[in-house]
């Protein structure tokens, strides 16, 4: 029912974006 996550990222300003691609590769989901 609850989807696991390892990040959360809140806001979609330059660092967000930044921190969501650093995340996405280095695997996390």
Known sequence: MFPNYDVIVVGAGHAGCEAAA???NM???
């Open 22 to 24: 650093a995340a996405a």
């Open 27 to 29: 695997g996390s989901k």
